[in-house]
């Protein structure tokens, strides 16, 4: 069977469906998995061994560009069954414009009449356990609508493909000591200042490891520049790489490192599926939804009664689910 699968909009989420592609070459070897998603993620999707090619959507965030869908849509030849993984009407338009027969999705926005097979979205279940694990709905859309309602979940790790040449050319062009021990801190969290730990608890990590013996890498885009700057600055052994480096070489640099501590983001996510042992911090948000994929992760909470509120900003102003957590309790878990 040939899939069109229509990818989500982040980072986090594009590395979980990886979990979906696994189940169905797991059900059919022979299935062939055509991804259509932002053109950021095709790198990652690249690194993907289950996906036959990465299409890159013709839309900016906010945008419906219906011209630009249609015209796609029209080269879309083959596919027997499209599976939708946003929620958005604009993401079931391209498979209902190529004519795919079958066009699985959850309803929502009025787009049911787009979809041959809308499901309503509903707590999963797996055994006597009920969430709403974000990768546990994308298997279930892999699924049968029957099969759906009482699916038990047995979640594939995603595994992204390593390229160790290009991991060594990245260390050598940054200056990075290919001998040292290196641990990754990510201070970055596109969702909002609820998911991240002070940057000076991060610095004073920095510093702390780096007295143990490591090299810290300081990773994230170019939005997170002037937060590596802080936390790298008049710190010897800490470097900050933010914005100095493309999505597949960060996946080539976590597969190097001792660990990975991030917070509940998207780069946490990418580090699990490079292979990397990670520290997981989490604020507003749970892991009982969005957790590292990974048996190596070691996952800190700082319970207080009002998280997890999944705010992008903390309501009271306090932000003590991540203020509450040590840098010495992190450093533990980083040994």
Avoid at 140 to 161: I, N, Q, R
Avoid at 210 to 216: A, S
Wanted: aromatic share 8%; net charge positive; with cysteine.
């Amino acid at each position: 069977m040939k899939y069109l699968v229509v990818g989500p909009s982040w980072v986090g989420d594009m590395v979980m469906a990886q979990a979906l592609f696994k189940s169905l070459k797991q059900q059919d070897p022979e299935a062939e998995i055509d991804v259509l998603a932002p053109g950021w993620s095709l790198p990652i999707i690249a690194r993907m061994p289950e996906v036959n090619e990465g299409i890159a959507a013709p839309w900016k965030s906010g945008e419906l560009a219906l011209r630009l869908q249609w015209n796609l849509a029209r080269t879309l030849k083959g596919y027997s069954k499209a599976i939708i993984l946003p929620r958005s009407f604009k993401s079931a338009l391209i498979p209902f414009f190529a004519g795919i027969p079958v066009r699985v999705g959850f309803s929502g926005e009025g787009r049911s009449i787009l979809l041959t097979d809308a499901r309503r979205r509903h707590p999963t279940r797996n055994g006597s356990e009920i969430t709403d694990k974000t990768v546990w709905r994308y298997l279930g859309l892999g699924v049968s609508k029957a099969d759906y309602k009482t699916y038990k979940f047995d979640v594939p790790e995603p595994s992204l493909s390593i390229d160790d040449a290009n991991a060594a050319s990245v260390m050598a062009r940054l200056g990075l000591d290919p001998d040292l021990p290196a641990i990754a801190i990510c201070p970055g969290a596109e969702f909002g200042p609820a998911k991240q730990w002070p940057l000076e608890n991060h610095r004073a990590l920095a510093g702390k490891l780096v007295e143990q013996g490591f090299q810290v890498w300081v990773v994230g885009g170019p939005k997170d520049a002037e937060a590596g700057e802080q936390i790298s600055k008049g710190q010897n052994g800490v470097f900050n790489l933010c914005g100095k480096t493309r999505l597949e070489d960060t996946v080539d640099l976590f597969s190097q490192c001792r660990k990975v501590v991030s917070h509940d983001s998207g780069l946490m996510h990418v580090a699990a599926a490079a292979g990397a042992a990670v520290v997981a911090i989490y604020g507003s948000t749970s892991p009982d939804f969005t957790p590292p994929l990974t048996k190596q992760a070691a996952i800190l909470r700082h319970p207080v009664a009002c998280s997890p509120c999944f705010e992008r900003t903390c309501r009271f102003g306090h932000y003590n689910c991540l203020t509450g957590i040590s840098v010495e309790r992190v450093l533990e878990a980083c040994k």
